[in-house]
């Protein structure tokens, strides 16, 4: 296992403190998601939006450039400890052909959160900024060569990454990271069965944006690529939408929440 460099080794509860407030950051996003979500299902004025239209609904808000400054600070503090996960294994994953694709899965996330901050930046500058959505991203990856087998193979990772959310939601996998002698019975009890809730939602919510990039693909359409907001949209769109949508918008009301037990209870080991 790669070590620290010697000047983090020296800073690991600094190093913790990073990754609690990044966790808390992430919840805080996907907390603000699921409200707006739930908000719309039950027609108190809601929108169906995903991580960035959610900073840039903060930004509007009253006090919005303060609150969205701290939310920047721990996107980057969340971008920096997944990092420090994928690149130095500070977790002790190993090697293995398993544990080398999840530490890249750690970067690429750290990668995507560090992007997310960079707009909440553009928002403190703008709170009116814009950023394209899912149809002209498709469209950008399409227009190079290779496009259309890009954003296949996006697709397939975000299914995939879907199905293992369902799974650690059936298998309460994340359990083995919790300090659970920390928790009282009701507490672990509670918060296993949100946790269960938002990741199987948060996986339901992946694969969905996942067939909607295959179809892009398929059909060479970016105009069927879908982000987090259209596969909520899709969901209202169907029989009984209002309450798929109220159903998944509570999910991830409890991701958030999942991601803030972790600030509180996940085993943050610094090797």
Sequence with gaps: MPSLPAPLRHRRRWIVILARLGYTAKGVVYLLIGILAALGAVGLGGDNVGTKEALAHLARQPFGSLMLAALVAGLYAYAAWRGLQGLFDVENRGRSLKALGTRAALVISGLIYASLGWYGLELLDDPHETTGGAEERTALLM???????????????????????????????????????????RQKDLASGLSRWGLAARGVVFALIGGFLLAAAWQADPGQAEGLGGALDALAAQPFGPWWLAAVAGGLLNYGTYCVINARFRQVKVD
Aim: net charge positive; aromatic share 12%; no cysteine.
């Design 143 to 185: 227009s190079h060569p290779g496009g259309l087998w890009l954003v296949a193979a996006l697709g397939l990772i975000f299914i995939g990454v879907g199905v293992r959310q369902s799974w650690r939601a059936l298998t309460a996998s994340y359990l083995e990271r919790w300090r659970r002698q920390d928790m009282s019975k």
